[in-house]
């Protein structure tokens, strides 16, 4: 399964988010999981903020590059499962690659506690404090979407094609897109 975390700069969510899926996945010795991270605007000369990386240190987080990286298709088109964490991300992407919004998810429909919004927004500020905040309500989000989706889909996918290998016809309804509340 490749998965791809997408927020806008690949600064702060997307790389939290990455590191904690990727700790779950090496402690359920799962080898076929593979993650990417990528921002709809990254610029590639800012450096994830020092907020994010004392979160992740304390969290025992190894996260990914030091920079920020924009998406590209290469990117879409690898990836299962595409995990945003707000809607104008999910638009960004239907204008962007519209194929791929059949494996597009709002990260927070996840969240078993069902918060009204599904959104994750950037951290109001980069410090300690607010970067915790936006980590916890990752941590809830991805607990719910590994043990719903990451587990069940490990158990029996038993060697099939990954459904991005398989998603070749040109005439793909590009509106399908999964906004679901529940």
């Known amino acids: 399964m490749n998965i791809l975390i997408i927020c806008t700069g690949n600064l702060c969510r997307s790389q939290l988010a990455a590191a904690y899926l990727s700790q779950l996945v090496e402690h359920h010795n799962l080898e076929d999981v593979n993650i990417e991270t990528a921002g709809i605007k990254a610029v590639g000369n800012v450096k994830i903020p020092a907020g994010i990386k004392e979160v992740a240190r304390e969290s025992q987080l190894k996260l990914g590059s030091e920079f920020g990286k924009q998406i590209n298709l290469a990117m879409l088109q690898r990836a299962d499962v595409i995990l945003v964490m707000e809607y104008a991300q999910a638009s960004h992407l239907l204008e962007m690659y519209p194929k791929v919004l059949s494996r597009v998810h709002i990260i927070g429909k996840y969240d078993p506690q069902k918060k009204l919004s599904k959104e994750i927004q950037d951290p109001v500020s980069f410090d300690y404090k607010h970067c915790l905040v936006i980590y916890e309500e990752l941590k809830r989000c991805l607990d719910g979407f590994f043990y ?28 399908h897109f999964d906004f679901s509340f529940n």
């Open 148 to 175: 719903t989706e990451v587990l069940t889909q490990n158990m029996v996918e038993g060697g099939k094609s990954s459904q991005a290998e398989e998603e070749k016809d040109e005439n793909e309804d590009p509106l």
